[in-house]
């Protein structure tokens, strides 16, 4: 089994911003593989299904940020996962809007959820695909930056973004299943 947490902030306020890009990603790929994200527990919204021939849950952390770490290890214990399990989507600030990668392990680079996911575990090893969303404007914080919504002239732009994250889902579950 393997489990793919999209990050983001919980609530209507936050619906379309930057910061959710990971819970807009995986609503996509939920209804792509007619997967509902049905179930509550381990302090996340979360659905089971199949992608690729791999089981998967599905999961949205329903605490801040900052805290994403919480869901991530709650469904570590309950479903006894390693970390080479794991994926994680997230927005990126230092990726320009339409960028999306892949990596593996590495450093927070100031992403507190990722951070959070790392203290949590006790682990940086473990699968990323990180979403540009660009760099705050000049004299902009990027906290506020990213808890504001896309442009109108980047939605298509993360339309694409959106696809590319989840195909880079889809060929990290071939390479790595068991």
């Known amino acids: 089994m393997k489990i793919i947490v999209g990050l983001g902030n919980y609530g209507e306020k936050y619906k379309d911003t930057r910061h959710n890009i990971g819970f807009i990603t995986i609503d996509r790929l939920a209804s792509e593989y007619n997967i509902r994200i049905n179930k509550k527990g381990n302090f996340s919204f979360f659905g089971k299904g199949v992608i690729e021939g791999e089981d998967v849950i599905i999961a ?39 960028k999306v990668k892949k ?11 990722i951070r959070s996911i790392i203290e949590s575990i ?20 990027a906290s506020d930056y990213v808890l504001s919504p896309f442009h109108r002239d980047e939605l298509d732009i993360i339309d694409g973004s959106i ?14 299943s068991h």
């Not at 805290?67 to 230092?94: C, E, N, T, W």
């Open 60 to 98: 949205k952390p329903q605490t801040y940020m900052n805290r994403s770490g919480a869901a991530v290890s709650s469904i570590f214990s309950d479903y006894s996962l390693s970390v080479s399990d794991l994926i994680v989507i997230h927005d990126d600030i230092d990726l320009a809007v339409g």
């Open 103 to 113: 990596k593996i392990g590495g450093g927070d680079a100031g992403h507190r959820g």
């Open 122 to 141: 006790a682990t940086s090893d473990f699968h990323r695909i990180r979403i540009g969303v660009g760099r705050p404007p000049k004299g902009v914080e």
């Open 163 to 176: 696809e590319k994250a989840i195909n880079l889902v889809k060929e990290i579950l071939k390479t790595n």
